[in-house]
């Protein structure tokens, strides 16, 4: 494991203890980096994001209770400042931050393939992390170094803030979808390439990502020359756990004894994997102590470390077998000007504002609610549609019926199709359906009488018509019960698995009577529990909160907007929940007590917290 300051240290440093300040960031800035470059792909904001987040930990590092659970805190801090980054990149506008932007020296699988040399399988699953969902890189970051020996299953349930079995859940989904990425990967790669295969492909381009991961998948389950490519898939743990650790230089302190003292500039060479020397050359200018020369030379020269390997301090002068050098410039590095401990009483969820090394035109602001393509909403015709999908920054929406002709929506917000009931399952409607996308919705509440009203067996028989579109589909909506063994849709997922039918997610429908602050747990218990049952992405395609049977039959506006905000951030912060969908966005007449909008600019009290939701 990489030397790691103790809770002796972290006392001194909360103390203003300078030496001490120095040793907590020379021994914690490895573990930040890998964390961020892992969850980042090795974009080129590595560098301010490790940046923001070690000046965003001695900020408030006077406002530690337990010096014990430092690096818990110290993990948890990183893991919002990567989320912070994401709203960001999502926010900004394109032609200013492009996806696709990278740094070529700071592309932590490129560097692990290059450097490490990496082969066979090992190559595979490095290439198959750029194919991972944001939430699942994140995911696999905390999860890789807990394999590795240097986190805790503990300290990554505090980073991501969910119970043990959430967490358990979480990381076997994402173990999922990188299997299911080294299958892509294998496919892509394979000689002779498969002719079929290039056909699926034909208007791919060649960006990894979520959707075409999911066809090229589909693909090889079907295809009789792709379909090995899922054999012989070696555990991903083994994998990463061969996978070497990257050393800092030596020239950036001489082992634990030694980084307590101030250093004047210094050269190093460590030997790479292949054993021929990277120069690692680091000019530093002042009496700034290791900390601080440590942090301003790493992000002023971009030193990095894969997606298949982390920077590590080994305190000793060997790196660890098998392992890349430290990849830098012989540019003097500019100076830092970090806070002293406790300088401030800011929360550890506060933005920075100290100056960062590099300067960078800010991105246009833009609202808040723009920030995750999760959020939609289910609509019904009324004055100003088009504009309230606007405001509230929906990412898609829905209105039961398989177009929009009598509804459309603005440009960029997705309408998603849905077969309601069996009068609907014709071949006319799923051409209607088909011209509109490439998601499917199944049967609205067929469990029950006045809605779609279907038996299992009825829905099972019309299921192969909505399969034929060749639409990714999601389940019929129960209105309730979705987790119960022996339910609808327990019956209907059996019968269909029965049948080799397809079923790509779940959808649910959730209404909660108790208006309290209860209602948020109440609701995610039930989401958690219908995904751990069928292991499937969830979309929450209706949700809110109304009495049917009794009185109050609604909740306060504060009451929806509490239950909302509560909803909303749990949702984004599970990666298996893929979208949700709030019921429903007209707030006028039968609806004008729980809907969102009364025209299209004026959102209701729940309206204004569902806007400001991501």
């Not at 805190?73 to 989320?83: D, F, G, K, N, Y």
């Not at 490490?116 to 992390?129: H, I, N, S």
């Not at 790493?298 to 305190?315: E, H, N, Q």
Request: with cysteine.
């Amino acid at each position: 494991m990489a030397f790691q300051p103790d809770t002796a240290t972290v006392v001194a440093a909360r103390a203003g203890d300078p030496a001490a300040v120095d040793l907590l960031v020379a021994g914690y800035l490895p573990l930040v980096y890998t964390i961020v470059g892992r969850a980042l792909d090795g974009h080129a904001d590595v560098d301010d994001v490790v940046q923001d987040t070690m000046l965003r930990v001695l900020r408030n590092l006077g406002d530690l209770r337990e010096p014990a659970a430092f690096r818990s805190w110290l993990v948890a801090i990183t893991v919002r400042q990567v989320r912070e980054r994401h709203r960001v990149r999502r926010s900004a506008p394109d032609v200013l931050l492009p996806d696709d932007v990278r740094d070529p020296g700071a592309d932590f699988t490129d560097l692990a393939i290059t450097r490490l040399e990496l082969a066979g399988q090992r190559r595979e699953t490095a290439e198959a992390t750029r194919w991972l969902d944001e939430d699942n890189r994140e995911l696999l970051s905390l999860w890789w170094l807990e394999a590795s020996g240097e986190l805790t299953r503990d300290e990554i349930v505090s980073a991501i803030e969910v119970s043990r079995q959430h967490a358990a859940v979480r990381i076997q989904r994402m173990k999922g979808q990188l299997e299911t990425a080294r299958v892509v990967v294998r496919a892509l790669a394979a000689t002779p390439p498969c002719p079929e295969l290039g056909l699926v492909t034909a208007d791919w381009d060649r960006r990894p990502g979520a959707l075409w991961r999911k066809r090229i998948a589909r693909h090889t389950r079907d295809c009789r020359q792709c379909a090995p490519a899922w054999s012989g898939l070696v555990a991903a743990e083994r994998l990463l756990a061969g996978m070497a650790l990257v050393p800092l230089p030596h020239a950036y302190g001489g082992g634990p004894a030694a980084l307590g003292g101030a250093h004047a500039a210094g050269h190093a060479a460590a030997p790479a994997a292949s054993g021929k020397a990277v120069a690692a050359e680091v000019a530093v200018r002042g009496a700034a102590g290791v900390g601080r020369r440590v942090l301003t030379a790493l992000l002023a020269t971009g030193a990095v470390a894969g997606a298949a390997a982390a920077v590590v301090y080994t305190g000793g002068d060997e790196p660890v077998a098998g392992a890349a050098a430290v990849v830098s410039t012989s540019a003097p590095a500019p100076r830092l000007s970090l806070p002293a401990p406790g300088a401030t009483s800011a929360s550890p969820s506060a933005r920075p504002s100290a100056a960062r090394s590099r300067t960078r035109t800010p991105a246009t602001p833009v609202p808040p609610a723009r920030d995750s393509a999760k959020k939609g909403v289910g609509t019904w015709r009324f004055d100003g549609i088009k504009g309230a999908l606007r405001d509230v920054g929906a990412g898609w929406y829905y209105n039961w019926s398989p177009d929009d002709d009598t509804m459309p929506g603005p440009a960029g917000v997705e309408f998603v199709p849905m077969i309601w009931g069996r009068q609907n399952a014709t071949a006319a409607t799923f051409a209607k359906a088909k011209r509109e996308g490439e998601v499917l919705l199944g049967f609205n509440e067929p469990d029950m009488a006045g809605q779609a009203d279907m038996s299992v067996e009825d829905a099972l028989g019309a299921w192969p018509g909505l399969e034929g579109t060749g639409m990714r589909l999601g389940s019929p909506a129960v209105a309730f019960g979705g987790d119960t063994p022996g339910g609808w849709l327990d019956r209907f997922m059996k019968g269909a698995k029965a049948r080799n039918l397809r079923v790509d997610f779940i959808t649910l429908h959730w209404y909660g009577s108790d208006f309290s602050d209860a209602a948020v747990a109440q609701f995610l218990g039930y989401v958690d529990a219908v995904h751990a049952r069928y292991r499937l992405p969830i979309w929450v395609t209706e949700y809110g909160l109304i009495n049917f049977t009794g009185t109050p039959k609604y909740p306060t506006g504060a009451q929806q907007a509490a239950f909302i905000k509560g909803t909303t951030a749990a949702m984004r912060r599970r990666s298996f929940v893929e979208r949700y969908a709030w019921f429903g966005l007209p707030a006028i007449g039968d609806s004008v007590d729980f809907g969102l909008y009364l025209d299209a600019s004026t959102p209701t009290e729940a309206g204004r917290a569902y806007r400001a939701a991501g």
